[in-house]
């Protein structure tokens, strides 16, 4: 990262990056409203670091479409992330005390506010996207409700919550690696597709620019698994921010269960050629997608 | 119940509510459908019964309104309120075996999938919200989004969550009137009004009709919320289809524990009549909903 082209790439992730936090600030009711603890735990779980990826995705691939229309979609995608991590550590499920280097939703608030704070962060997404501006004329409202049917979508059965359910059900089965990649574009990959095709939608790509970031948000939904497996496989808790480690332990299947430790790393080099190769045609963006796709597989943590 | 007009009242609901099964029973993924459990457990909790109340006061209150534009909604805020059902009778929360006269979702299908199922309730509902149809013109679709904003609202802090996080934090705590008033208008109160007043906004209701409808949501709100406390004081699981005396026994604010069993009544009583005066100034939907305000106001279960 010394040559000037990417200094600049590194500053733009930065700026937006400091864009999406406060937008994700302002989007949260203050900690002492009305009632009880709920919106402290909200905010701690959102506003509690992470590298907010999705949100990045979804600004690098709207290009520079209006923040107005761009900016509640990227705030939306990380309530819902976030809203699945707090329900994925819950002790009926992956029963996690670490994320992101702090305790648990559960841990500091109890179960009960962790259920309610995770349903409250995945109401209050789709209820940002409803709000609409009044002024905004029918193709933006329309591209508004159709990344918002994406983005339903990716967080259902099909996606995000399938996913979870297969990862749960899959503990301590032999799972085959047709069905380990099944999970996690279930899992992982719907939401990063809605990230990367919503923010398309969102700023009107052509339908070969649309098939482009399809191609782009399939090879980076893998490549994000396959490096967490890898990470799990061979980091430590104070690097990770979570439980390492987890994954063997539980019996679970992962790429480098099933491929090994070298073979899973290939993999994960291959996927983001594949990512950088389409997204080649873009006009747009290309330039931030491609270093956020780096950032996934070259990340230690 | 046996003059002319009144069975046909009868017949119009019993048709209404035979439409808004179908439509539930269309709205999800089959029971075999992938992955693992989550359509059977999301289909257990969503068709097991359930008076309806909810999507029927969005089909009154939307009068004549074209079913494509009005039945997802009344779809919607019958997955939310179920939703808020399954998660609200989790151990974590209130703990109930029993709803709808059958064992509760955790009981059936554990405590990671009945968190799961309501997750997957609750996207299913936005999602649903988001499928607007390609030929709909800008008033149709600017009408699905404001109910959708509506709704969301009314579901989360300042609505059905923040209603049951003050309740859970409410146990055994001293709660005065006006605390237990703002409390139920939160927890049961918003839902009812986002599906009278949303109705409203599908049918393009004018500004007196809004506030017709306004008036009638805020006295049913609490009248839904009364006569629940009066019933869980006065009858047995039998009839509830739920654990009965559960109230006191969690030692938990109740409109019979405050006013005592005779004035919770009486006010019940003072709130159909309230809300019955509220719409006599409508011209569509106005026997319907009066017909639902009294079998909330008069209901044994």
Chains 1, 2 share one sequence.
């Not at 259902?156 to 749960?168: A, M």
């Not at 990770?240 to 539980?250: E, H, I, S």
């Amino acid at each position: 990262m010394s040559d000037p082209e990417a200094v600049v790439v590194r500053l733009s992730l930065e700026r937006l990056r400091r864009e999406v936090e406060q937008a994700l600030h302002d989007a949260l009711p203050p900690e002492d409203a009305w009632p009880g603890t709920i919106h402290r735990a909200v905010r701690y779980s959102l506003l509690g670091g992470g590298k907010r990826v999705r949100p990045l995705l979804v600004l690098a691939a709207a290009g520079g479409a209006d923040a107005q229309e761009v900016m509640p979609f990227a705030v939306a995608v990380e309530m819902i992330h976030t809203y699945s991590l707090v329900h994925d550590d819950l002790p009926a499920m992956d029963d996690d005390d670490l994320r992101r280097g702090r305790p648990t939703s559960h841990k500091v608030f109890g179960e009960a506010i962790a259920i309610l704070a995770g349903d409250a962060l995945l109401t209050r997404a789709f209820h940002l996207l409803a709000e609409v501006p009044r002024g905004w004329d029918g193709e933006q409202v329309r591209r508004r409700v159709d990344a918002t049917a994406l983005l339903g979508e990716a967080c259902g059965t099909g996606g995000l919550i399938g996913g979870q359910v297969e990862d749960l059900e899959s503990e301590g089965r032999a799972v085959d690696a047709g069905a380990l990649e099944r999970l996690h574009r279930a899992k992982t990959g719907a939401l990063l597709r809605a990230c990367v095709v919503g923010g398309g939608i969102l700023r009107g790509a052509s339908p070969a620019e649309r098939a482009a970031l399809e191609a782009y948000a399939s090879a980076i939904g893998l490549a994000f698994q396959v490096v967490d497996d890898v990470l799990d496989a061979t980091e430590g808790a104070d690097q990770l921010g979570k439980t390492a480690g987890k994954d063997a332990a539980a019996d679970k299947a992962t790429y480098v269960k099933i491929h090994g430790l070298e073979a899973s790393k290939a993999l994960a080099a291959r996927l983001l050629a594949e990512a950088l190769a389409a997204i080649e045609p873009l006009a747009a963006g290309r330039t931030l997608l491609a270093a956020l796709a780096r950032g996934i597989v070259e990340r230690r943590a």
